[in-house]
């Protein structure tokens, strides 16, 4: 049986729930996502991570 993108993408999530070195932070995250709207939610993630990135190099001293 081949596997499909679907199937492949939602192991890939699933690994990631099961796995015991994501953060709860991001399993939490990663299951509120999937309740919601795909466009919004990877639209909302993309923006975080662009904040998180840029507060990141901030707080390294980066910029």
């Known amino acids: ?5 679907n199937d492949r ?3 890939e999530i699933n690994e990631v729930l099961g ?7 991001l ?4 299951t509120a996502a999937l309740c919601r ?3 919004d ?7 975080l ?3 998180l990135a840029r507060r990141c190099e901030f707080m ?4």
């Open 1 to 5: 049986m081949t596997l499909t993108s």
């Open 49 to 51: 991570a662009q904040l």
């Open 9 to 11: 993408i939602f192991a």
């Open 27 to 30: 399993k939490n995250a990663l």
């Open 41 to 47: 939610a990877a639209h909302d993630a993309e923006q």
């Open 60 to 63: 390294l001293g980066r910029v």
């Open 19 to 25: 796995s015991l070195e994501a953060s709860e932070w």
């Open 37 to 39: 709207d795909c466009v």
